[in-house]
């Protein structure tokens, strides 16, 4: 039973990084990084956020410490994956998630399938420059082929929340080079080009198709109702591709709010604006605490 519990723990501590453990925090707030992303900027975030919250970063498969593991086939595996890792993190405390880009998606999933399976859910979720998946605009890679205006083609795989997405580009191959790559992310993503200067690299080529296919296979309907009760707080960058944020509304039966700061996709590098966030998020959760 030790080496089990060791093991597991083990397991946990290469999902989740917390660089800057403070235990005695009312709350647990989980990042998700952006597609191609890892754990270490949103990690770093526990060094200067206040005392009375932790952070901890998801790390996916394929990068970092788990750079020898497989990347994950779909979403569904990174929720599962994910939330029996957070377990023994979340089990009885406050805790809230914060998504950037495709973060937004798999923090959001994760807070459905806590919900359904172990009816845990976060107290806030706050998703960042990315549009609800039921009206995402995206990159799709088709294997399959499908017709222009469609999100679905012969390979995609149905989420159990489905979606319909809206596919702004639809790319009907798999081996796109890195200039592909740097046309289609700064068409879809209004991203600057001294991004794909110091962040292109042969690794994180890899790691962002790789998540692309994720995202090619998540698909949804409007939902017919709301499946999550948590309230909701959306951010995006002024100069991004114009997102429908708005619609993050449909998915709670909580308070929804939204804020549009200055920058492109990667707005939240700009130190004003982590610090903006940084205390909007710590101020939101004190205030659900006193409150709930």
Not at 173 to 190: H, R, S, T
Not at 196 to 212: C, G, I, Q, Y
Not at 239 to 266: C, Q, R, Y
Request: net charge negative; with cysteine.
């Amino acid at each position: 039973m030790e080496r089990r519990d060791k093991a597991e723990t083990i397991r946990n501590e290469k999902v989740v990084n917390c660089l800057y453990q403070n235990r005695n925090a009312l709350f647990r707030l989980v990042c998700f990084p952006w597609g191609g992303g890892d754990s270490t900027y949103f990690a770093k975030w526990g060094q200067d956020i206040p005392n009375s919250v932790e952070v901890h970063a998801i790390r996916l498969a394929g990068r970092e410490s788990r750079l020898e593991e497989p990347f994950a086939s779909d979403m569904n595996q990174i929720v599962d994956e994910i939330a029996c890792a957070l377990l023994p993190i979340i089990q009885g405390e406050y805790f809230a998630f914060f998504g950037h880009s495709m973060g937004s998606f798999t923090a959001f999933f994760t807070a459905l399938h806590l919900k359904e399976k172990y009816n845990l859910e976060p107290v806030h979720l706050f998703v960042s420059s990315l549009s609800p998946p039921h009206v995402s605009n995206f990159i799709f890679l088709r294997e399959g082929g499908g017709k222009e205006g469609s999100a679905v083609g012969k390979s995609s795989h149905c989420f159990p929340y489905c979606f319909k997405s809206k596919a702004r580009i639809h790319l009907h191959k798999d081996d796109l080079c890195k200039e592909e790559i740097f046309y289609v992310m700064k068409k879809v993503g209004g991203i600057p080009d001294k991004f794909f200067d110091k962040k292109m690299s042969p690794e994180f080529v890899t790691r962002l198709l790789a998540d692309l296919h994720i995202l090619n296979d998540v698909t949804s309907d409007i939902p017919s109702k709301t499946r999550l009760s948590c309230d909701i707080t959306c951010f995006s960058g002024s100069e991004d591709i114009p997102l429908d944020m708005e619609a993050w509304k449909d998915v709670t039966s909580g308070s929804f709010d939204s804020f549009v700061l200055p920058g492109n996709h990667f707005y939240l590098m700009e130190p004003s604006n982590t610090s903006f966030i940084k205390k909007y998020i710590t101020k939101t959760l004190e205030i659900s605490a006193f409150t709930s």
